[in-house]
Every structure is written in C-alpha cells, then in structure tokens.
C-alpha cells in the first residue's frame, strides 16, 4: 500500500515538472512607432475636430499567440489638427485640455485580456493628465507573414471630465447652451510590433 502512495506521488511530482518544462513563456513585442498611428476625435454640437498624436513607445506581451500584456506611451506635445488649425492645437495643450507642459505623456497599460484569437477585449489603466482611469475596448490581433504583429483599435471611448478635462462640458457647467463639447473623444489606434 505505502508502495501504491509513493508511486502515485512520484508520478504527480514528475508529471507537474513536466507542465512547467512545457509552459510558454512570455515574449516581448516592441512597438514600431514610425509604423503605428493615434488618431482622435472630438465632437462639439457643431461639428467635430479629428487629428493624431504620436506614439512614443510601446510594448506587447504574448505567450505563444494570446496578448498577455504590454502597454504604450503617448507624446501628448504632439497633438495635431487635420485642418491645421494651429490655434486649436495650441489650445488642447493648454490647461483647459490636455496641460501638455506639465503633463507631457499620456500611458496605458494593459491589466487583462478577454477572449481568444483574432478578436480580443482589453482592459487597461489610460493616465491622462496624472489621472489613471480603467477603460475597455474590443481590438483585433493579427500574426502578419513577416513576423510582425498588428494590434487595432478602432474606437476606443475615453470620458475627458474623468481625467478632470471639464472645459465647455454640458455634464459640469448646466447652464453653457449650445455651446457644449462632448465629454467623449475616441481614439483610433493602430500598432505595429516586432521582436
């Protein structure tokens, strides 16, 4: 009987060795930035603006070919205007928007990935103004055939009165008419990473 025991647990410690000899691990996926872009819009009862800003860096976890992690940081300073209009982008780097002089960069980091294949849910903390908020979007993962990776986001939903953003916001100032803009801008985002 002792024999039996002793069998058992010889065989269960061997074969949990064997788990961990064939466990995946974890590879790191840089970020292209020259290849990935962030675009934005907003919304304003009249109409709407839309531009860029620049990635700065970025990573993305896998093991074997499930997003585990990763994460990228955005280059606040380089916000632009599709239309050009150098006084609107001067003033969302203003403390009114986005107080691109004290707050440079903007982060996110993934904390949990839900689903499998291509077509995956991701939720992360957004630090926007020295204010971490959790989001959640779907995203699609793509293993292109030179060994690269695409990650895109097309709508990515982000509460600016969240990160204390409140300029011209109908949810804080009741009594603006008209005049409002949206609490909500999206993000469009579109990675590009390689080993």
Do not use: C
């Amino acid at each position: 009987m002792k024999s039996k025991i002793f069998s058992i647990l010889l065989l269960t410690v061997i074969n949990s060795f064997s788990i961990l000899t064939y466990a995946q691990k974890t590879e790191t996926y840089r970020v292209d930035g020259s290849k990935s872009s962030i675009l934005w819009k907003g919304d304003k009862v009249s109409g709407s603006h839309t531009g860029t800003v620049d990635l700065t860096t970025g990573t993305l976890d896998f093991t074997g070919k499930k997003l585990t992690g990763g994460g990228f940081v955005i280059n606040m300073a380089s916000i632009k205007d599709a239309d050009k209009s150098a006084g609107l982008e001067k003033h969302l780097k203003a403390d009114d928007f986005f107080g691109v002089e004290k707050f440079p960069t903007a982060h996110f980091i993934i904390k949990k990935v839900e689903g499998s294949g291509n077509n995956v849910n991701i939720t992360g903390n957004l630090t926007l103004k020295g204010v971490t908020q959790s989001i959640s979007f779907p995203a699609t993962i793509t293993w292109n055939s030179d060994k690269t990776i695409s990650a895109t986001a097309d709508k990515i939903t982000v509460d600016r009165t969240k990160f204390g953003i409140q300029y011209k916001s109908k949810s804080i100032f009741s009594d603006i008419g008209d005049k409002f803009i949206y609490d909500e801008f999206t993000l469009s985002v579109k990675l590009l990473a390689k080993k």
